[in-house]
């Protein structure tokens, strides 16, 4: 007996099968999930970092002069943006140690003699530069280079014998 095939049925077994191998092989699958979130954090403290750029030098002191004589020394610090800073300046090593904090004495020497000098803050040589944070030099860091001139002043008319004087005084940079 011959079998007669159906040519239309035929081709829809045929598509039929096409379409369920093609879904077999393009369907997704899954696997399941999960999220989360990772928190990412830091602190940034304040830092500093100081230089002294430039040496207080004053012309020869002339003993009979009625004026002051005049000098400015620099140190450079560059602090984190918003960071609160003090320079302070020590006594120096003639200094004494009973000088008040608000107007340090301050001193060079050559030998036992010593001739006495002031550091102030600004340029109108009126407040004194001292070694505690009340009277340092306080600022805000800005994050980039920032200059500190201390302007020194000997007094005029101060009897001391002729050579060479000298002083080393401490900058400290608290933050």
């Given at each position: 007996?011959?079998?007669?095939?159906?040519?239309?049925?035929?081709?829809?077994?045929?598509?039929?099968?096409?379409?369920?191998?093609?879904?077999g092989?393009?369907?997704?699958?899954?696997?399941?999930t999960?999220?989360?979130?990772?928190?990412?954090?830091?602190?940034v403290?304040?830092?500093?970092?100081?230089?002294?750029?430039?040496?207080?030098?004053?012309?020869?002191?002339?003993?009979?002069?009625?004026?002051?004589?005049?000098?400015?020394?620099?140190?450079?610090?560059?602090c984190?943006?918003?960071?609160?800073?003090?320079?302070?300046?020590?006594?120096?090593?003639?200094?004494?140690?009973?000088?008040?904090?608000?107007?340090?004495?301050?001193?060079?020497?050559?030998?036992?003699?010593?001739?006495?000098?002031d550091?102030?803050?600004?340029?109108?040589?009126?407040?004194?530069?001292?070694?505690?944070?009340g009277?340092?030099?306080?600022?805000?860091?800005?994050?980039?280079?920032?200059?500190?001139?201390?302007?020194?002043e000997?007094?005029?008319?101060?009897?001391?014998?002729?050579?060479?004087?000298?002083?080393?005084?401490?900058?400290?940079?608290?933050?």
């Amino acid at each position: 007996m011959k079998t007669k095939l159906n040519q239309s049925k035929l081709k829809l077994a045929i598509a039929s099968a096409i379409v369920a191998g093609a879904m077999g092989l393009s369907a997704t699958s899954y696997a399941a999930t999960a999220t989360g979130t990772m928190t990412v954090s830091t602190s940034v403290a304040v830092s500093c970092v100081m230089a002294v750029t430039g040496n207080i030098a004053f012309n020869a002191y002339d003993t009979t002069a009625t004026d002051h004589l005049q000098s400015t020394g620099t140190m450079t610090s560059t602090c984190t943006s918003g960071g609160a800073a003090t320079i302070t300046m020590g006594l120096g090593s003639g200094g004494h140690t009973d000088s008040s904090d608000s107007s340090p004495m301050r001193q060079m020497t050559n030998g036992s003699s010593k001739l006495r000098y002031d550091l102030f803050s600004e340029n109108s040589y009126s407040t004194a530069w001292g070694n505690t944070s009340g009277t340092g030099k306080s600022f805000t860091g800005t994050g980039s280079l920032q200059t500190f001139t201390a302007y020194a002043e000997i007094t005029a008319e101060q009897a001391v014998i002729s050579g060479t004087y000298n002083d080393s005084v401490a900058v400290t940079l608290t933050y």
